[in-house]
């Protein structure tokens, strides 16, 4: 049984920066994939970011964040974030926190096993 719980999520203007948090709980946690997934209000679940747990390289992101966002994770606290900066409107959705027994990042839901309740970004304009 694996727990995922996002935090950090909220209201922030254009330009704005927000950190997302994903704590993972449970005796059977033992990701090696681990990303993060968005959904805006009437589109599809989309890619954000997505990272190896035991491997600090290779980290990979959409083309519609990078340069904005990093992704990084803390073993030690078994826990995953998403520093966001430089926000903007088309970036408002609901944010997931996942995670997958793949050996490498991966951009593809359907490598990911365990998925978070999901936090709120909004993003004014």
């Known amino acids: 049984q694996v727990r995922l719980v996002e935090s950090g999520g909220g209201l922030v203007q254009a330009g704005g920066s927000l950190r997302l948090s994903c704590t993972a709980s449970g005796r059977s946690f033992n990701p090696y994939a681990m990303g993060w997934f968005r959904q805006a209000q009437g589109k599809e679940r989309e890619f954000v970011a997505g990272?190896?747990?035991?491997?600090?390289?290779?980290?990979i992101y959409s083309d519609s964040v990078k340069g904005r966002f990093t992704i990084s994770r803390d073993i030690a606290k078994n826990s995953l974030y998403l520093q966001m900066n430089i926000l903007k409107p088309e970036d408002t959705a609901v944010y997931y926190c996942?995670?997958?027994?793949?050996?490498?990042?991966?951009?593809?839901?359907?490598?990911?096993?365990?998925w978070g309740q999901g936090t709120q970004v909004t993003v004014s304009s």
């Open positions: 990272i190896a747990w035991y491997n600090i390289r290779g980290d």
């Open positions: 996942a995670g997958g027994k793949t050996g490498q990042a991966t951009q593809f839901s359907r490598d990911y096993d365990y």
